[in-house]
């Protein structure tokens, strides 16, 4: 199994987390917000047309869950503390609709895809309060 992007990806996540994921600053913690939610939300919008793959749902899972356990580590400054459990959960539901997927358990991928959008709705509006973007700005 040679997929060259995964191996980036793995690479990347290694030298993320020789630096710590802690965030520094509220602007460290918004960039890594954003990255890392915005992936989330393609890779789930992806896998949502692709159900059928199941090896493409099992990477994805896997992806998916390392994103979750970087954002984890974080910590959000005192004015972004309130939307990081809606982060962490709509990261955590990515994951397991993934893994239900890559099962072939729609009921469960449904399920958690409900849970994923319940939570982006409450992020994107907590985000809009504190005054910042949830997605990053594309180039």
């Known amino acids: 199994m040679n997929k ?4 980036l990806a793995l690479l990347l996540m290694s030298l993320i987390s020789l630096r710590g994921v802690a ?6 913690y918004e ?9 989330a939300v393609d890779i789930n919008e992806y896998v949502r ?3 059928q793959d199941k090896k493409l ?12 356990r970087f954002a984890e580590q974080m910590s959000p400054p005192e004015k972004l503390a309130e939307l990081h459990p809606h982060f962490l959960l709509v990261l955590e539901n990515v994951e397991r609709s993934f893994y239900y997927a890559s099962q072939g358990r729609l009921d469960r991928y449904r399920h958690h895809q409900r849970i994923v959008n319940k939570e982006l709705s409450i992020l994107e509006a907590l ?9 990053y700005e594309r180039f």
Do not use: K
């Not at 960039?31 to 992936?39: D, G, H, K, S």
């Not at 749902?57 to 979750?68: I, K, L, Q, V």
């Open 4 to 7: 060259p992007g995964f191996w």
């Open 23 to 28: 965030a520094e600053s509220q602007r460290e």
């Open 31 to 39: 960039v890594r917000f954003q990255t890392m939610l915005q992936y």
């Open 49 to 51: 047309r692709h159900l």
């Open 57 to 68: 749902c099992n990477y994805a899972e896997e992806m998916a869950a390392t994103n979750a």
């Open 127 to 135: 985000a809009d309060r504190a005054g910042i973007s949830p997605y």
